[in-house]
C-alpha cells in the first residue's frame, strides 16, 4: 500500500508563551515493511534551530528550539509519502527454541531484549496472572498466546477515545476492561513481559475503512519474535499488523514513542487547546 499522509497540529494558548525545547517523532520509519518516498515538516512560528538525529531505538528526531519571542499559536504540519510493503503479518519463519514461551534466549540475544522484557510501570500481579492464563490455554505456544491474547483484549475491552494524557497502568486498563488504542496496546505489552516475550510501544497511522473521511493518532504493541524481528499486532481492532498500519516511532515506554514532546520556558503556565488533523489517502493498493 502506498499513502500520502498530511498531519498537522495547532497549539492554541490562552495568552502568549515562550516554548522551550520541543521533540517531533513525525518521519515514517525506514524498515523491511516500510519505504519512505518523501517527508517534509514545517513549524510556525519558524524555530531558531532545527536539528535531525536517531535516538536510541533508530526513530528519527527533530529537535527545535525557539526564539524568546512569545507567541499565541504553535502549528506542526508534516507530509509523507509513505509505502507499507507486508500485506502478510506472519511471513517468518521462528527457531525451535523460540515457538513456546517463555523463550529461552541467547545469551547475546538477551541483552539486547533485556530492556523489553521489564517495565515497572507496567506488571500488576493481576496482569501477571492473566497473562499466564493466556499462555496455559495455549501450552505455550507463542504464535497462537500473540493471536489470541489480541483476540481477548478486541473481545472483551471496550474501546472509547481519549485525546489527552497519558496510557493508563495495564492493571487499571485490565480491571476497567475498556481504553484507548494506547491503554490496550499497554496492556498487551504487559502480559507479554509477564510471560518472556519482549514488547514495545508504537505510534503511528492506521488505514481504516475505505469511506473514513477522518483519522487520529494510533497506538499498537510490536513484540520481538526470533526468526520475526519486530512484529505488529492491534489489539484495537483485533488483528496483526500488515500493510493498512503506518509506523512513526517505537520506544520500550509509550512517553519515548510520542509523535510530538515540548515544554514552555519557566514562569508560563500554558493552558492551551490542541486541534490535530490527520488526512489520510490511499494512492496504490
Not at 504487559?190 to 516475550?197: Q, T
Not at 514495545?200 to 520481538?224: C, I, K, N
Request: aromatic share 8%; glycine share 8%; with cysteine.
Amino acid at each position: 500500500m502506498r499513502y500520502r499522509i498530511v498531519h498537522q497540529t495547532q497549539y492554541h494558548y490562552v495568552e502568549p508563551v515562550q516554548l522551550g525545547l520541543h521533540l517531533l517523532r513525525l518521519q515514517p520509519r525506514v524498515d523491511g515493511s516500510q519505504r519512505l518516498h518523501q517527508f517534509t515538516c514545517k513549524v510556525a512560528p519558524t524555530p531558531d534551530k532545527s536539528t535531525d538525529w536517531l535516538d536510541l531505538e533508530g526513530n528519527v528526531c527533530r529537535q527545535v528550539q525557539f526564539a524568546d519571542t512569545p507567541i499565541a499559536t504553535l502549528t506542526i504540519t508534516s507530509q509523507c509519502d509513505v509505502e507499507t510493503l507486508r500485506s502478510n503479518p506472519f511471513d517468518y519463519l521462528s527457531p525451535d527454541w523460540a515457538m513456546t514461551a517463555p523463550l529461552d534466549y541467547p545469551q547475546s540475544v538477551q541483552r539486547l531484549v533485556a530492556p523489553y522484557l521489564t517495565s515497572p510501570c507496567t506488571h500488576s500481579p493481576a496482569v501477571i496472572d492473566w497473562a499466564q492464563q493466556q499462555l496455559h490455554q495455549v501450552d505455550g505456544n507463542v504464535g497462537l498466546f500473540l493471536t489470541g491474547l489480541t483476540q481477548t483484549i478486541y473481545q472483551t475491552c471496550t474501546y472509547e477515545t481519549r485525546h489527552h494524557g497519558p496510557p493508563w497502568p495495564a492493571g487499571v486498563v485490565l480491571a476497567k476492561q475498556r481504553g484507548s488504542c494506547r491503554d490496550f496496546a499497554v496492556l498487551f505489552m504487559a502480559a507479554c513481559r509477564a510471560v518472556g516475550l519482549a514488547a514495545r510501544f508504537v505510534s503511528g497511522y492506521q488505514r481504516g475503512d475505505a469511506d473514513q473521511t477522518t483519522h487520529e493518532l494510533h497506538a499498537w504493541p510490536e513484540v520481538y519474535i526470533p526468526g520475526g524481528g519486530w512484529r505488529g499486532f492491534d489489539p484495537t481492532l483485533g488483528l496483526a499488523v500488515a500493510d493498512g498500519h503506518i509506523a512513526l516511532a517505537a520506544a520500550v515506554e509509550p512517553t519515548q514513542a510520542a509523535p510530538i514532546t515540548g515544554r514552555l520556558q519557566s514562569g508560563y503556565l500554558g493552558q492551551s487547546t490542541l486541534t490535530a488533523n490527520i488526512r489520510l489517502n490511499v494512492v496504490d493498493g
